[in-house]
């Protein structure tokens, strides 16, 4: 049996000859919290111009994975790891390298919207130039706000109301503002951790479309346990699986439709078809 596909939005295709776009590699990740080692070896290549989904049961590494794409991993003080990080080519962890570099080429979104609620809307929006020490005329600000928010896919809904607090908009509303907010800094890649698993079915599509429309501009890689969105926004997925008492590892990955309608390994079909998980 295999997995029935909901009818897709097409991803949008990959653009390599776009100076802009991004193509991130991790090569041979092993990762451990303390003693505990939680991946294993992952290589996976996440082509520049499309959607790479993370999918697999809760524990296996995903998000572990998806945090030390931007070096988030090592701000756990139990945490270390083995292996490359390669943008473009180059490793995010090379000592000459500043992490400040690597944070604002390699974006990230999490699973719960997190605007500073005592921020405007546009405030927000403008909290990663400072974060960056990143100088901007009052009027390329202007300009700055209005764009990250038609990508964010929010400007129609706050454009009279820049000023009011982030923390007062709705769920959907507070996530794509952390999307415009991300945006703001121009990075290269965006790591999303499960961006709509607290959202309504309504605001999740919105955030979809919303991806669809980055994936023009900027790498994309969603962690996501709705397999259906998987299936809707992603070019590729890859399988994370880790067995009782061993660490995660990549079980199968590649073109997201050959993977939900033919996988290779019976573990990937039991999985999205629903048989585990």
């Known amino acids: 049996m295999t997995a029935v596909l909901p009818d897709p939005v097409a991803p ?103 605007p500073f609620p005592a921020m405007s809307i546009q405030e927000n929006v403008l909290a990663g130039l400072k974060l960056t020490g990143t100088k901007a005329s009052k009027s390329e600000r202007a300009d700055l706000v209005e764009s990250c928010l038609v990508k964010g896919g929010l400007w129609n809904e706050v454009k009279d109301r820049l000023d009011a607090p982030g923390g007062g908009l709705s769920g959907g509303q507070q996530q794509r503002l952390c999307i ?34 980055l994936a023009r501009e900027v790498t994309i890689v969603i962690v996501t346990h709705n397999m259906q969105q998987a299936a809707r926004v992603s070019g590729q997925c890859a399988f994370f699986l880790a067995s009782q008492g061993t660490p995660g590892v990549i079980v199968e990955h590649g073109d997201t439709t050959a993977m939900f309608g033919n996988p290779r390994d019976q573990r990937t079909a039991d999985y999205v078809n629903g048989r585990f998980g």
């Not at 080519?89 to 699973?111: H, K, N, T």
């Open 12 to 114: 949008p295709p990959a653009y390599p000859g776009t100076s802009s776009l991004a193509e991130i590699e991790a090569r041979q990740i092993t990762a451990w919290f303390g003693e505990r080692k939680v991946l294993d070896r992952v290589s996976l290549v996440m082509p520049a111009g499309g959607i790479t989904a993370l999918i697999g049961p809760s524990g296996c590494g995903k998000s572990t994975f998806l945090r030390i794409l931007n070096r988030m991993h090592e701000l756990v003080p139990s945490a270390s790891l083995a292996g490359e990080v390669l943008l473009d080519g180059e490793d995010v962890y090379d000592p000459s390298r500043r992490l400040m570099d690597a944070r604002r080429q390699i974006g990230m979104v999490f699973q719960k919207p997190n």
């Open 180 to 213: 415009a907010r991300s945006l703001a800094i121009k990075p290269r890649v965006l790591l999303m951790d499960e961006p709509c698993s607290a959202l309504d079915p309504t605001s999740t599509r919105v955030i979809e479309e919303t991806m669809l429309d």
